[in-house]
């Protein structure tokens, strides 16, 4: 089994829908959750982290994370069509980062 | 301020050689990762290196090895190369401190022909 799974998609959405992308993880000693977004030929952008269970928000994206069921969540609100991309959820421990194998977004205009 | 970058961006490469990946993090950030992207396995983490020194390895075989300079500047060098090799090479860097978010730069595609 994986340490991270995720839906790799490909994800298909209209402008405006709210998105809903979700990992599950297996290692207990994760200490740390990310959400990076990747560009088609680009390095992952850092869009959020958490340390512990419950929601965090930033402008159009709520991550989501609930340790009891091992599930992490990224929302995206208002989707844009500069938002397809594919999407990277990871824990992390000892510094060291393991990756789900990433969810294809595209928002349709 | 400027974000981590990598050289070369490109590079293709026979099997059996060697090659070496330069990564200059983001000023002031003192610990570099690298991780190996491919379509198949995805990213995989290969090793962290803070203050010259390697904290943590993935499972990778040891033709993989890294190193790390007093600037902080890091390179990563594989050795032998295998066909299985080509991938994008990732660098990450992470402020000093108790924080945990790790900047990539835009990576090293490789190509073992």
């Known amino acids: 089994q994986k340490e991270v799974e995720q839906d790799p998609g490909p994800l298909s959405v209209p402008e405006g829908a709210i998105v809903s992308l979700n990992c599950t993880y297996s290692?207990?000693?994760?200490?740390?959750f990310m959400w990076y977004r990747q560009y088609s030929r680009k390095g992952p952008e850092l869009l959020m982290y958490?340390?512990?269970?419950g929601n965090k928000e930033d402008g159009r994206f709520t991550a989501q994370v609930d340790k009891s069921s091992k599930y992490i969540s990224l929302f995206i609100r208002d989707s844009q069509p500069s938002d397809s991309a594919t999407y990277l959820c990871?824990?992390?421990?000892?510094?060291?980062?393991?990756f789900g194998k990433g969810t294809l977004l595209t928002v349709n205009p | 301020k400027a974000g981590v970058t990598q050289t070369p961006r490109y590079l293709i490469k026979t099997r059996g050689q060697q090659v070496t990946l330069s990564c200059s993090p983001i000023?002031?950030?003192?610990?570099v990762s690298w991780y190996q992207q491919t379509p198949g396995q995805g990213l995989q983490f290969l090793f962290e290196?803070?203050?010259?020194?390697?904290?943590n390895k993935g499972n990778f075989p040891g033709r993989f090895s890294g190193r790390q300079f007093s600037n902080s500047r890091s390179e990563m060098n594989v050795s032998t190369l295998e066909l299985g090799d080509s991938a994008l090479y990732l660098c990450?860097?992470?402020?000093?401190?108790?924080?945990?978010?790790?900047?990539f730069g835009p990576g090293t595609r490789l190509t073992v022909t």
């Open positions: 990450a860097s992470r402020p000093a401190g108790a924080t945990w978010e790790q900047y």
């Open positions: 290692n207990s000693a994760f200490q740390y």
């Open positions: 958490t340390y512990s269970s």
């Open positions: 990871a824990g992390g421990s000892n510094y060291k980062l393991t």
């Open positions: 000023s002031g950030h003192r610990s």
């Open positions: 290196y803070f203050s010259e020194t390697q904290r």
